[in-house]
């Protein structure tokens, strides 16, 4: 069947820890992401475009549902506690695609809801799953959630497999309207890969991390194409909305059970002179690619310097597949069709972040932009890690956060290792940090701090970001506690 007359088909391809620096177009040639540059080439490639939290499962819950991951209860990647979860009573795209007709299909990374039948792919909306629930995986030694069976890999590399899972997916769709959601877990740790393609990153001089991430990266890539591939064989590509972005900014921290003896806990891959990374609330955390190709609807080869966030679409796609029925209750993100087509807004809203272990405290890593302004609540020393000994942290919540990470590796190993969930941990932070500003109209790097010299953008912002803190917050206690969301 031939697309014309049929409402656009959606593919939203969602890597893992990647960023501006990781396409090959914009690193200067350190990676090669030949098909992700054509995109760029073929498309809208927004440049102020920003995830919703520094860390994954937040991060795809409001990809998920327009609303700001605090409101949803997914408020950290912790899914053996709990926190990763989207509240019962959120509404997610793929209810949204759902209810317009659409097939809906998730292919790889859930992370937002384990241990509970309640919170799987397929009680979310998601007519079709196959991929995982928890946050990583192995590359080579998998196991594959399929509809709610558990598969064991037979070796083939991950990336791979899902791939060719999404090709599957589009051959049995390809006569029906459908939303397919690719979230690959490249290039997220354990840092695994074809040796052959490691190898050509290591003769030009890499180290074996930033080898290996880069090597995952290709190899994502050389899928992308397959999907691409697969959907002009079915003269689907004029009316498929098709997305790649990333869940945050790249992981600069390696996870030191993940490393060989004298490698360092840090990398510094090439992240397209945005300062931080994963899990910080400066750029490189959360401003992260988009590009959104539409033969039908969008120009080729455009670049667009709009701001745009996670929550937007939701119900920019609903517009553009023209679905109604989205949310009963209020949206964060805004409809970016006429933004996508070129049209400049007089005044963009506001946008905010705030993340941290556990429970949110706005005293830490948090932020707002405010037009070419943004105010940073920096990160308090050491929250990162939990290495600060002035915070102030039980000896019993210490022994929880060692046992959480020796769970989650059996859980990868033995799904079935891990039935009810861990006791959250608590902790005290010590006094806030004193807030930044920056103006990355003239310092998108955020290298200058201005807040000493305007103490009333700096009051007038700080508020603003309290008051937001304030709503999503009582949103989410309404919730009850997360651990037991109805």
Not at 275 to 285: L, N, T
Request: proline share 6%.
């Amino acid at each position: 069947m031939k697309s014309k007359g049929k409402k656009p088909n959606v593919v939203l391809i969602v890597a893992d820890d990647m960023g501006y620096g990781d396409f090959g177009v914009f690193s200067e040639g350190r990676v090669s992401t030949p098909n992700i540059d054509r995109l760029v080439s073929e498309g809208v490639c927004m440049r102020q475009h920003y995830s919703a939290s520094p860390i994954c499962s937040p991060a795809r819950a409001a990809l998920l549902t327009g609303r700001y991951p605090h409101r949803s209860g997914a408020i950290t990647q912790h899914d053996l506690f709990g926190l990763d979860r989207i509240a019962l009573r959120e509404k997610t795209i793929a209810d949204t695609f759902r209810s317009g007709g659409y097939r809906t299909g998730l292919i790889g990374k859930w992370h937002n809801g384990s241990l509970d039948q309640r919170y799987h792919p397929n009680s979310r909306g998601f007519d079709e799953f196959s991929g995982f629930c928890g946050g990583w995986s192995d590359y080579y030694n998998w196991h594959m959630d399929k509809n709610g069976k558990i598969e064991k890999g037979d070796g083939t590399y991950l990336t791979d497999e899902l791939t060719g899972q999404a090709c599957e997916y589009i051959e049995r769709n390809k006569d029906e309207n459908f939303f397919l959601m690719i979230a690959y877990t490249a290039p997220h740790s354990p840092f695994q890969a074809p040796q052959t393609i490691i190898d050509s990153y290591l003769s030009k001089g890499y180290d074996r991390i930033t080898a290996t991430t880069y090597a995952m990266i290709q190899v994502m890539d050389t899928g992308i194409g397959r999907v691409l591939n697969k959907l002009k064989k079915h003269d689907l590509e004029e009316n498929t909305i098709f997305m790649f972005t990333s869940d945050n900014g790249p992981a600069f921290f390696n996870p030191p059970f993940m490393l060989e003896p004298q490698e360092d806990v840090f990398n510094e891959r090439f992240n397209f002179g945005l300062k931080g990374s994963k899990g910080w609330v400066y750029e490189g955390g959360i401003r992260v690619p988009m590009v959104i190709r539409y033969p039908r609807c969008l120009k080729a080869n455009t670049f667009n310097d709009e701001l745009a966030h996670f929550t937007d679409w939701l119900p920019t796609l609903a517009a553009l597949c023209e679905i109604k029925n989205i949310n009963e209750f209020p949206l964060d993100g805004y409809d970016l069709t006429n933004q996508l087509k070129g049209e400049k807004l007089d005044k963009q809203p506001r946008r905010f972040w705030q993340w941290n272990f556990y429970y949110p405290s706005i005293s830490t890593n948090a932020a707002v932009r405010d037009d070419n302004w943004k105010l940073v609540r920096p990160m308090i020393a050491g929250t990162r890690y939990y290495n600060n000994r002035d915070l102030h942290i039980s000896e019993e919540d210490t022994l929880r956060t060692t046992a959480f990470i020796e769970a989650d590796i059996k859980h990868k190993e033995n799904p079935n290792s891990v039935i009810d969930l861990l006791k959250v941990p608590k902790i005290l932070y010590p006094n806030s940090e004193k807030p930044e500003l920056y103006n990355l109209a003239i310092d998108p790097g955020e290298n200058v701090n201005v807040a000493q010299q305007n103490p009333e953008i700096v009051s007038r912002l700080l508020n603003g970001l309290e008051n937001w803190f304030d709503s999503v917050e009582t949103d989410r206690k309404t919730i009850g506690d997360p651990l037991h969301a109805h």
